[in-house]
Nanobody, 115 residues
Framework: VQLQASGGGLVQPGGSLRLSCAAS????????MSWYRQAPGKQRELVAI???????NVADSVRGRFIISRDNAKNTAYLQMNSLKPEDTAVYYC??????????WGKGTQVTVSS
């Protein structure tokens, strides 16, 4: 299974982006799908997570602005990012963790928030 993240780019503060993470192969609907981000000079941090049952959680820093969702039929996870701030600038990575304990990572997509 390979993960391809897309949808990043340059956006002005207050703008929106929608990231997609498409799995090339089939993943179990029970898998947990997540988005992480890593800003220059900082550690990778968890941004949002969605379980196979659809339960979600997001980091406090993005709560109320970011929404994670998934489409199991398309093996794809999404991250809707609204009211973007300069501090949201980072490389965003998607992750899939299967019920069998296998961890998949995508290559990341750059998000830059700047005027």
């Amino acid at each position: 299974v390979q993960l391809q993240a897309s949808g990043g780019g340059l956006v002005q503060p207050g703008g929106s982006l929608r990231l997609s993470c498409a799995a090339s192969g089939s993943i179990e609907s029970t898998s947990v799908m997540s988005w992480y981000r890593q800003a220059p000079g900082k550690q990778r941090e968890l941004v949002a997570i969605i379980t196979g049952g659809g339960s979600t959680n997001v980091a406090d820093s993005v709560r109320g602005r970011f929404i994670i969702s998934r489409d199991n039929a398309k093996n794809t996870a999404y991250l809707q990012m609204n009211s973007l701030k300069p501090e949201d600038t980072a490389v965003y990575y998607c992750n899939v963790y299967t019920i069998r304990g296998i961890d998949y990572w995508g290559k990341g997509t750059q998000v830059t928030v700047s005027s």
